[in-house]
């Protein structure tokens, strides 16, 4: 029987509760589906700081690296809000990712049918059916690019700047057109080749890759001023988008937002390898931990997506997202309820989905 390893980062906040439940909900899918999971605790974040010092203990990172994929909880809270920057334990979260090369970050903005009325977009522009994956660089352009301060006629100034390589775009490019591949066969590319330099060489190279390497893929190209129009004008056009880390940045909180409910919201985040980092969008919601009302469904939602990248079970991600499809039909938790709807613990969601299962 295939055994896989994990990491688990359970970090902060509803950290903890919300991991233990995706656990549950995993290990049902491997009795389900013929495969077994050992998993292996590490700190970061606030917990580390306290146990530690330091948010990003050394121990972490080799554990991570020694596993098939990483799951993470959330960090941060009030309680480490007065530390220096380096020492904060967000800082352990960008620490992490950078350790692990993690290059591309898949977000998911995905309607769920019971949920329609939480999404601040109209009925009749949503659609039967909302699905967008962003896939977003994660390690270059502006926000790693040479910044300073200087003196400009006598003022203060200070610059930024974008820089992209050939290869550092090829490898996200294939990534998008690998998602396209699985999903509905068409990729968006966004940028702003009309005024930027590192845009137009975006633009050409991921035109060359998709000609060369993926000839089935429908490939258009949009500026990002319009794609921020259109994600929440007509949104149903939109599949896969790719682009650049500060456009992915802002594009994909603005898809996600689009479904209304932070507690369902999941991502990933990709390495050259197999491996991956999965975590729910959301905070450690240091208001509600341990108060039972931290909805599991965003962490369940990335397990379902390790599963599906990093781990070859893709049958098993497919049930667990049908499980949560149908556990919303009849229960719900706090942050998400609806008059007639059971309203739920935590606890008793990762129960309910696991019965599903
Ligand atoms: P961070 O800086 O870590 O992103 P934040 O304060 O911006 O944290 P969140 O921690 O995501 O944001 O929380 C924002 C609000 O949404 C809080 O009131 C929180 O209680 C609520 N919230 C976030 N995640 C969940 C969840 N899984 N279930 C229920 N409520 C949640
Ligand atoms: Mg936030």
Known sequence: MKNYK??????????????TQAVKVLNRAAERFGFTISYDEALLGGSAIDATGVPLPPETIEKCKATDSTLLGAVGGPKWDSLPGNLRPEAGLLGIRGALGLFANLRPAKIFEQLREA?????????????????????????????????????????????????????????????????????CSVDKANVLESSRLWRATVARIGKEEYPDIKLSHMYVDNCAMQLVRNP???????????????????ASMISGSIGMLASASLSE??????????????????????????????????????????????????AVSEVLKTARTADISAEGIWQVTCEEMGDMVCGLL
């Open 273 to 322: 390898g197999k491996s991956g980092l999965y975590e729910p969008i959301h905070g450690s919601a240091p208001d509600i931990a341990g108060t039972g009302l931290a909805n599991p469904l965003a962490t369940i939602l990335s397990a379902a997506m390790m599963l599906r990248y990093s781990l070859e079970e893709p049958q098993a991600a497919q049930a667990i997202e049908d």
């Open 6 to 19: 994990i990491a688990l980062l359970k970090g902060d906040g509803i950290g903890p509760e919300i991991v």
């Open 119 to 187: 999404s601040p977009l109209k009925a009749e522009i949503i659609g039967d059916n909302l699905d967008i994956m962003v896939v977003r660089e994660l390690t270059g352009g502006i926000y790693f690019g040479e910044r300073g301060r200087r003196t400009v006629n006598g003022a203060e100034a200070a610059y930024d700047t974008e820089m992209y390589s050939v290869p550092e775009i090829e490898r996200i490019a294939r990534v998008g057109f690998r998602m396209a591949e699985k999903r509905d066969g068409r990729l």
């Open 236 to 254: 149903k056009q939109f599949d896969v988008i790719v682009t650049s880390n500060i456009f992915g940045d802002i594009l994909s909180d603005e």
